[in-house]
């Protein structure tokens, strides 16, 4: 049985970091690409960022382009989000998800990913 959980979220100030985990087990972790996505209250989940199963290409959102990093240590099967410059618009539950191959085309279709976590709440206060 595959198994997802996000950890790390929390209350922080506007400007300030925050490092988001993903944990993983019931499948071989670096066979699989992974992404992380956000939804915030009465809108739409979105794609923030994807990392391929070598770890090797990264891909993100608008939205989040430099201020963010995806990064993944397979000997740990844990995923990881830095999060930085943090604005209150990036207030959101974020969510983990596996995708169902190697790579991270059209990463921000939640069609693209099998596994999903229960998420993790980020409050950036202003």
């Known amino acids: 049985q595959v198994q997802v959980v996000e950890s790390g979220g929390g209350l922080v100030q506007a400007g300030g970091s925050l490092r988001l985990s993903c944990t993983t087990s019931?499948?071989?972790?670096?066979?699989?690409?992974m992404g992380w996505f956000r939804q915030a209250p009465g809108r739409e989940r979105e794609g923030v960022s994807c990392?391929?199963?070598?770890?090797?290409?990264?891909y993100y959102g608008d939205a989040v382009k430099g201020r963010f990093t995806i990064s993944k240590d397979n000997a740990k099967n844990t995923l990881y989000l830095q999060m930085n410059s943090l604005s209150p618009e990036d207030t959101a539950m974020y969510y983990c998800?596996?995708?169902?191959?190697?790579?991270?085309?059209?990463?921000?279709?939640?069609?693209?990913?099998?596994?999903w976590g229960q998420g993790t709440q980020v409050t950036v206060s202003s």
């Open positions: 998800a596996i995708r169902s191959g190697g790579a991270c085309s059209s990463f921000w279709r939640l069609a693209k990913y099998n596994y």
């Open positions: 019931g499948l071989r972790f670096d066979d699989y690409a």
């Open positions: 990392i391929s199963a070598s770890g090797m290409i990264t």
